[in-house]
């Protein structure tokens, strides 16, 4: 069999978000419930956040020109709570005030308390029994004032159409009065194990495993994965070995999902059933990526009998990763992460490097674009795992991130490096 040429990473990307057609069902969700969501249209603010002029401070509202110099005392005339509302502040006077509160018409600044003194009562006419204050420092105009509307204007858009929502988002969405958001519906996604060598943990146990026999980690991993991108996950298990099984599975499959996501089985040459079934239901491309680790990967679709809803009867997507756990994680998280975001309508789909300073050498330059784990130390640098096997799951675990190194380079000690973190890659 002739060698089937590698594609790079970005355009092994581009092909495959090409056939991630954003879905079209939408529903409305507790504010409450959506985070991790994914904003159908856009959310459209129908109020001015704050609605009016309020107090950035405890403190005083005060008339600047009122005060001609630092240590002049006047007289409270009121008391302004948040929540309350006061009334005109009264030339000569000042208004006690909290954080919050609506700045009363006429004042147009607040001295915070601690450069107030309180005095006991009111010096001259003017107060309402609640004493008086000497200003210690003289404010600006505006000091400690936040502006009505100046977070949120009226009919601004707060969050855009294709947002991926957040805690900090819910809370800006609940600040304009939203109880309920517009979400794309969760991608609906099957999931299938193959090998016959795979066994469950709790199944057999490790002391009494057969030799080849290896507990099935990838399953566990995929599924998590799936379940922070929103995903609603069916899990098919561990797919006999059997033609008829495989193909019955993936035609049940594709009936109810959108994609059909399976690891092991898609090296080229490899002996499974899950190829020549995809194939016989629909299409399927094996790709030789230039990543390490990663390099096998299978994307295909699968042509339901059944015209499902969605954009012309959409057919069911099927991506094969690599068996290794570390090349399966490895090709999820860059390959199978974007698309699905994509799938949701997500618009920012590429995590953002870091530049950080590489605290080890890796003098074994790869014709292929490598991914090493690693992790940040206290120094501002990151270090290397020692055993960058594709096998070898402890790497992910150890490590908070990867070093994306370029085809054909080796790291020394020292030299810049682009670091991906975990954190982002995995949100």
């Known amino acids: 069999m002739t060698p089937q040429p590698m594609k790079s990473l970005d355009d ?4 495959l978000l090409a056939q991630a057609a954003p879905l079209t069902q939408t529903e409305s969700v507790s504010t409450f419930d959506a985070d991790g969501r994914v904003l159908s249209r856009d959310v459209v603010s129908p109020l001015q956040v704050p609605p009016m002029d309020n107090s950035a401070m405890d403190g005083y509202a005060v008339r600047c020109a009122d005060l001609p110099a630092a240590g002049t ?21 000042v208004a006690r005030i909290f954080t919050g509160a609506p700045v009363p018409s006429g004042a147009d600044a607040v001295v915070m308390q601690e450069d107030c003194e309180v005095m006991g009562e009111p010096v001259e006419p003017g107060g309402a029994g609640l004493g008086a204050v000497r200003i210690q420092r003289l404010p600006v105009l505006g000091k400690s004032i936040r502006r009505a509307g100046e977070d949120v204007a009226l009919g601004a858009v707060v969050l855009p159409k294709g947002t991926r929502l957040t805690p900090a988002e819910l809370g800006l969405a ?11 519906a969760r991608p609906r996604v099957a999931l299938f194990s193959t090998g016959d060598e795979l066994v469950m943990p709790g199944a057999v146990p490790p002391d009494q495993m057969k030799p080849g026999a290896i507990y099935n980690s990838n399953r566990f991993f995929l599924r998590a994965l799936l379940q922070r991108l929103g995903c609603v ?15 019955q599975a993936l035609r049940d499959a594709s009936l109810a999902h959108d994609l059909i996501l399976t690891s092991g089985g898609v090296s080229v040459g490899e002996e499974d059933h899950v190829k020549p079934a995809v194939q016989e239901l629909g299409e399927l491309n094996l790709w030789q990526i230039a990543i390490k680790p990663g390099k096998p990967f299978a994307y295909g679709k699968i042509h339901s009998p059944i015209v499902k809803p969605g954009p012309e009867g ?14 399966s994680f490895i090709t999820f998280v860059l390959l199978v992460r ?8 997500v618009q920012r789909l590429a995590p953002v490097p870091v530049a950080l300073p590489a605290h080890f050498d890796w003098p074994r330059a790869d014709k292929r674009r490598e991914f090493l784990r690693v992790r940040r130390n206290a120094a501002g640098g990151v270090e290397l795992f020692r055993n960058q096997s594709s096998g070898v799951l402890t790497s992910t675990v150890w490590g908070d991130g990867v070093v994306d190194v370029p085809p054909g380079h080796a790291i020394v000690q020292g030299e810049t490096v682009q670091f991906i973190s975990f954190a982002e890659l995995l949100a």
């Open 174 to 184: 609940a600040s304009i009065g939203m109880d309920a958001l517009p979400v794309v």
């Open 314 to 327: 959409a057919p069911c997507h099927f991506i094969g990763l690599p068996g290794n756990p570390v090349s």
């Open 73 to 93: 005392v006047l007289p409270v005339s009121q008391r302004i709570a948040a929540g309350a509302v006061g009334t005109d502040l009264a030339p000569g006077t």
């Open 233 to 247: 996950i069916t899990d098919f298990g561990i797919v006999p070995d059997q033609r008829a099984a495989t193909l």
């Open 338 to 345: 974007p698309f699905l975001l994509k799938l949701q309508g």
């Open 12 to 15: 092994a990307m581009a092909e």
